[in-house]
């Protein structure tokens, strides 16, 4: 595809959008189309290539949410078994995406550092797109499965020349319960109605495929995939406290990415202790990124000789592989929570979503409960002074733990209880026990 044309194109576009300070979606359809059908974007199939079909896969979010989203990387490379599939990720996921086996290329993508900067937000998605079809396109078709409104990745599937482009429809409804309309639409060629039913995010991201299939997917299962080296590296981590006669081993993250959510240190070591008072065989394993490594020194200060310290000192990939080694996983709503899983181990966590709040269909505890391992969620059971952000995380302190407050250490323990004698029964169905 000649893309000099093309470029100068979006280049003029870019400049003049620019210094008008107003971005429309249909503005830019309608500038940039003349150009995209004269590089070939458009047409099927493209001039002068023939060979595999290539699909691009925009997945610029969280690790958790690429977690959720791995079962639809297996599901595209079996309906496109000869396809040429570029996935991009963002920083926050792109070492969870390096060894996925169904795609042939991982592109890191830059995530802006403003969103309300929307100057900076189109630069970045203008040069991500040229990179893109310089390197890996044109693309046949590309997905965009973001769930939020005005996501970057619906302008950079569009500016890489896409034929076919396909995610949730832009018109959503709000709070209010009022249906509002953005003109984002536009961007996509095939708009899929967005199910605003209560559901857990991995069945919400197969719905795309099913919309285009119109059949169920049957394989659902999460994928996490690390190397040798990284099962290396988790056993000598986990071998101190195995040499020292432990015969369990529980995987614990107590910090969260949002200070909303982070049940405090010093109540998850109540907890702790209490387990290995009355279990001598089970020692701990505490986990999360640098930012987290003082919560687990406070849990460490109370468990000592009892747990080993990796906050801070491996990676996703080893966390993973790390708990994939134990026999339960204890912490806040993380992407490790969905790491464990994806390694089928049961889950014990603490969300901030009061159980007072209605549950609408992009409230946390529905979109992000534990997919496919017995599970116990443990929620305060009632808002605390005044919050009422059901629509997200039930609570609107963002910047400090507020309504997770309300979750005492005593409840905790008695979840932790129900979840062994649920593990030990066989039960697989997820539990929300309110505090």
Known sequence: MEDVALRSAIDVYARGMLAAGKFSPAGMV?????????????????????????VLILRDDAAGDFVLFSPVLREVRRLYPEAEITLVTSPRNHELAELCPYVDHVVLGQEAADLNDFPAVFGVAMRLAERLRQTYGPFDLAFCPRIGICSVSLIVAYLTGARER??????RVNTQGEVVRN?????????VPFPMLPMQDVDRNLLLLEHLLRLPIADRTLEVWYSAEDEEAAGAALAPLLSS????????AAAASLPMKQWPPERYAQVLARIAAEEPDVGFVLLGGPADAAAADVVAATLGARCAVLAGKVSFRVSAAVIARTQLYIGDDTGLMHLAAAVHVPVLSV??????LRLVPLSIPVRFTPYGVPSVTVVPRAARDGCDDF???GCSHDQEPHCILGVSPEAVYAAYRTLVSRVQAGEQKPLVFKA
């Open 166 to 171: 396909v995610g949730w429809t832009q018109e």
């Open 391 to 393: 629509w997200r995380y």
């Open 351 to 356: 969300n901030c979503f009061p159980a007072s």
């Open 245 to 252: 006669g432990l015969r369990r081993v529980y995987a614990v």
């Open 183 to 191: 003109g984002w639409d536009v961007l996509l060629t095939e708009a």
């Open 30 to 54: 309608e500038a940039l189309s003349p150009a995209m059908r004269a590089a070939g974007c458009r047409t099927r199939p493209f001039p002068g290539r023939a060979g595999k079909s290539r």
